[in-house]
């Protein structure tokens, strides 16, 4: 199994037993996902899904957290890559008497699922002897329950009285023992020799297999994703870079329902120590609207009608108010608790649960509304029901359009925001558009049509600045924000207009935060880092106004800015080039995606404009010669 990108050797490192955010590959299934830190240790993984309690939380608690430990005994560097194009992780460890390949992946056989989950760690023996220690040891409940061990003939079962229970098997990995709270064994890695560790992950009854069976799993594991986005239209420049990112946004997809889950973990902070620290194990309607956008744009159309059933169902448990944020399975979210945990780096609250969803945020029924018009410019149609439903958020939204909220970054200060008013006016103009195609109701539709119209006049009168030059954050001030580089993707203004070009130049100006990074809004510096996100927007809405080469060149250096195998978080430290925030985090992903194909398609249009008159030329010469 060949290695997707090649990096180079390094010495793990930890900082009072915590490792750097960007030093975590992530591996999944679709219902689980794990981290694993480059010194071999899973040290964050919820089951039986994304947002269940975790299993292993040494990413938040390392003294009692939970994890399962993997690597040599004595000192290493370390090299890793993913098998390619796929996400099976591989850590190369080179000691002073020889090397192994340790390859994590939870396995997803074939195109289903099996009834439980499955982690599977196989450690090959490169050179020399290499003395190898592994230790698995969970602990339940986000941190609270410690695990009780029992044999099971050759395997063992860990539990801790509730249904959850994983079941380890071990072959050529030393004579596994049980301590407390967990199990393990050490033993040497020869060149040429394979020892393979599962455990099986259940909540109801545990299936062991043969390694045979597990080998066979892990190897059709590999096929299934290379199938998978083998199957997306991905433009040749960045394309190492996209194909990772849809790699990644497969492992935040909830296999059961087609919800986007916006980041894999809980509370890692924007600032290290500070108190930003929000649970993002849930599904935003922002970022699945981004995300139908981005599997429309790569061909993987199939995707698209799970995920968007998903977004009707879990709408209607609010309807006709659009929340921002839902639970995985649908249901509404609008409380978050803390959790006794010392957090990342001593950054603390540890969230449980995100307050957004209590959030006012008129921003999202654009979303909504821009994702039902993505979802039939596909061909999709929308059933009676649904259509009805539909026209019913759009007449909330013509009497509630003109309130001040909390805007698209979760403010507690309630303003009006331009990012909102944005929203707005998109949620107005795609109802139009759907209701003209007799996708939903358009008895309203004048109704519709004068708020649009209104929505576009106040943003016009309040929320541009001739001083600034510039679209602003909130009315009555002249902060900038980010969120107004997506104006001209929700098709408020033409790209290349001297109001979005001079946005544009002005947002660089003030929010930069060195190369091509931003920060979100004014005022930013002092309190988070740059937000990746912002960044792709700069390069989509650079190549939207024909700034090519600008596009270009800060696309070049925000490829090389995520981890060394091609992940990213939410932000960066500008100076150092540490990820923070929560990882791996979709919104920045689906940014860079976005950002890769639109430059593509953008500059595609740009010769093709050029050449027009040519061709006009040449068939009108013909014409006459005829």
Known sequence: MSGERS????????????????????????????????????????????DSPSVFGALVAPERGGRFELRPTSGCEVARSYVEDSNVLQTTMRTSTGTVRISDALSRPGNGDRAGRELVRVVEGLAGEVPVRWRLEPRFDYAQRQADVAAHGDAWILGCGSPLRLGVQSWDAGDAAATTGGVGAEFVAREGTRALIAAAIAEGPLLFSSRPAIEGRLEQTIEYWRRWVGRA?????????????????????????????????????EAIGGSRNFDYRFAWVRDLSFTLDVLLRVGLDDVVE??????????????????????????????QDSLPLPGYRGSTPVHVGNEAGSQLQLGGFGDLLDTAWLFTQNGGVLDAASGQRLADVVDLLASIWGRRDSG???????????????????????????????????????????????????????????????????????????????AA??????????RMSSTIDAIRSELGAGGPLLYR???????????????????????????????????DALVLLGSDIGLYSEEIDPTS???????PQALTHLSLINAAVLFNEALERAGQAARGPQRQGAAAALATKG
Request: proline residues 3%; charged residues 20%.
């Open 521 to 555: 809004y004014t005022g930013m510096r002092t309190q988070e880092n740059a937000f990746l996100a912002c960044s792709f927007w700069l390069v989509e809405a650079l190549a939207r106004s024909g700034r090519f080469d600008e596009a270009s060149e800060a696309m």
């Open 7 to 50: 990096t180079a050797w390094a010495v793990p490192q930890r900082t009072n037993g915590f490792a750097a955010i960007g030093d975590y590959g992530a591996i999944g299934d679709g219902h689980v996902l794990a981290l694993v830190a480059s010194d071999g240790s899973i040290d964050w993984m919820c089951a039986p899904s994304l």
């Open 233 to 269: 239209e991905v433009p040749d420049r960045w394309s190492g870079a996209v194909r990772r990112g849809l790699l990644t946004l497969a492992l935040l997809a909830d296999a059961r329902t087609g919800a986007i889950t916006a980041a894999g973990t809980t509370s890692l902070p």
């Open 306 to 335: 799970r995920s968007f059933h998903w977004l009707l169902d879990a709408t209607a448990h609010t309807h006709p108010r659009v929340d921002p944020v839902y639970r995985l399975a649908g249901a509404a979210l609008r409380h």
């Open 408 to 486: 698209l970054w979760e403010l507690g200060r309630i303003a009006q925001y331009g990012s909102s008013k944005l929203g707005c006016w998109a949620a107005f103009d795609r109802a139009l558009r759907l209701a003209a195609a007799n996708q939903i109701p358009g008895r309203h539709a004048s109704r519709w049509r004068t708020a649009r119209d209104a929505v576009r006049s106040y943003i016009e009168r309040e929320l541009y600045s001739s001083e600034r030059g510039s679209y602003v954050q909130m009315a009555g001030s002249d902060t900038l924000d980010a969120a107004w580089l997506l």
């Open 489 to 498: 993707r929700r098709g408020f203004v033409e790209p290349d207009s001297d």
């Open 577 to 583: 080039h540490a990820l923070l925030g929560n990882f």
